[in-house]
């Protein structure tokens, strides 16, 4: 790309960081971890989540009502509700 001739840094590195927003981000998980995680939601999970996580009886598990912004919850208080409160009936 003729932008990158004036680099010297500055426009390459641009270039660089809109190259990697554009680009699928690294998995942090393997497929096969995945699709692990996906079956033990499946029976442990789905019924009150939401096979799709969409929510049923418990809240979605995604979209913009889940974890947003305005709840201030993080990424600990996720696995903490999760690690002591769900499933949260006699699903266990
Ligand atoms: C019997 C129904 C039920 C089952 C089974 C269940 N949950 Fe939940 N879950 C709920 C309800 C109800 C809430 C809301 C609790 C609250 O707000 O205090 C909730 C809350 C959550 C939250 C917090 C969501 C938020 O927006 O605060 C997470 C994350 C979660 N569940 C994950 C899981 C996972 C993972 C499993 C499977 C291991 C699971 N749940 C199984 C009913 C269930």
Partial sequence: ???L???RGGLVKVADTVKSKTKKPAAI???AQ????QQIFM???A????????GVTGPALKGAKFASAKDQISVS????IMSTQMP???AR
């Fill in 1 to 3: 790309m003729a932008t």
């Fill in 77 to 80: 208080d996720i696995f903490g």
């Fill in 47 to 54: 019924m009150c989540h939401g096979p799709d996580l969409a």
């Fill in 43 to 45: 029976t442990n999970c």
């Fill in 29 to 31: 998980y393997s497929e």
């Fill in 88 to 90: 949260a009936g006699p």
């Fill in 5 to 7: 001739e004036f680099g």
């Fill in 34 to 37: 995945a699709a692990t995680g």
